[in-house]
């Protein structure tokens, strides 16, 4: 059974708080949502470029949303890094 989204929301965006939970549950972050997360950021690089070019603070909520979904694939890169830090003692990267 698939893990419901939330997390980075019920971390309030803290790897720290995000490792915390992963590992009280025994869960896993896999590559896949991380790749999920960089591909919902990298759908908006159109309209953030068409924004940033316009410069129309009108436009700022793509510039906002943008910035949430970055905010999820760096929590999700650290939440990755801790774990493999936990089982390996280093990371691939």
């Given at each position: 059974?698939?893990?419901?989204?939330?997390?980075y929301?019920?971390?309030?965006?803290?790897?720290?708080?995000?490792?915390?939970?992963?590992?009280?549950?025994?869960?896993?972050?896999?590559?896949?949502?991380?790749?999920?997360?960089?591909?919902?950021?990298?759908?908006?690089?159109?309209?953030?470029?068409r924004?940033?070019?316009?410069?129309?603070?009108?436009?700022?909520?793509?510039?906002?949303?943008?910035?949430?979904?970055?905010?999820?694939?760096?929590?999700?890169?650290g939440?990755?890094?801790?774990?493999?830090?936990?089982?390996?003692?280093?990371?691939?990267?």
């Amino acid at each position: 059974m698939p893990r419901e989204a939330g997390l980075y929301e019920a971390a309030a965006g803290s790897v720290v708080e995000g490792y915390l939970r992963i590992k009280a549950s025994g869960g896993n972050i896999p590559p896949a949502w991380i790749d999920r997360a960089r591909y919902s950021r990298k759908r908006l690089q159109k309209d953030v470029a068409r924004v940033l070019k316009k410069g129309k603070p009108a436009d700022i909520i793509i510039l906002r949303d943008w910035e949430t979904r970055y905010r999820k694939e760096c929590f999700y890169h650290g939440l990755r890094a801790l774990l493999e830090l936990d089982r390996t003692g280093k990371t691939r990267q």
